[in-house]
């Protein structure tokens, strides 16, 4: 932190203090939505591995009219991140959406992780559990994590059960398939992070674009 406020003192990003919470929840440069997308596409291929009919961003079917409740998302063309068969029981479909929250930000500050994790996960469940249960006869599941490399309850869950499946799969104990798992996830969290702290926000072109920016 104290290496970050040296390196950043006096400098400005979106008419703000560019301070590390403004750093994590900042759009600029597309850092948010690329340790988003790490993550996804990290549980996308390790569920391919384990299940069947894995598919990345799958559009979900149009509610044709269907009653749902308010703040459903019901626009057509909607998207979760990754579908699966086959996770929780035999024929089953699950739906996983990823999300991760900067444990930082302003809007976090009078929260508890516990509180932040369900927070996240109820306004997830509150988007799309109902479409997914009634249109697509599914199971949807949020992935909660923060900036930090924790992981909700829901996120804990699934990971437990992939976990069980690894270990039937390749033999080894429960316990060392889920550290397997995890490593990959807090490593991609740290590099993502750091990038976010030290990557380049200004325009394509002119200074601000050496090496020593993206230096991890």
Known sequence: KQWYQRRVRGEKCCNEANTI????????????ALRHNNIRD??????EKTCYNTISEPKLQPIK?????DGTIVEDGA???ISTRGFWTPMD???LNVRVINSLAKSNANKTLKEMYESD????EKE????????????????????????????ETMLCQLAAKKERSTGYCCQDCKCYIRLPISFSMVCSVTLSLRGYRGSKKGEGTSDELYNL
Do not use: I, N
Request: proline share 5%; glycine share 14%.
């Open 21 to 32: 919470e403004h750093a994590l929840s900042c759009k600029l440069g597309g850092y948010v």
């Open 42 to 47: 990290y549980m996308y291929a390790e569920l």
């Open 65 to 69: 009219g269907r009653p749902l409740p």
């Open 79 to 81: 998207r979760l991140d």
């Open 93 to 95: 479909k699950a739906f």
């Open 121 to 124: 996960e109820r306004e997830k």
């Open 128 to 155: 799309y559990q109902h479409r997914v249960t009634e249109v697509e006869g599914g199971v949807f599941t949020p992935l909660v994590m923060t900036t930090t490399g924790g992981v909700g309850k829901e996120f």
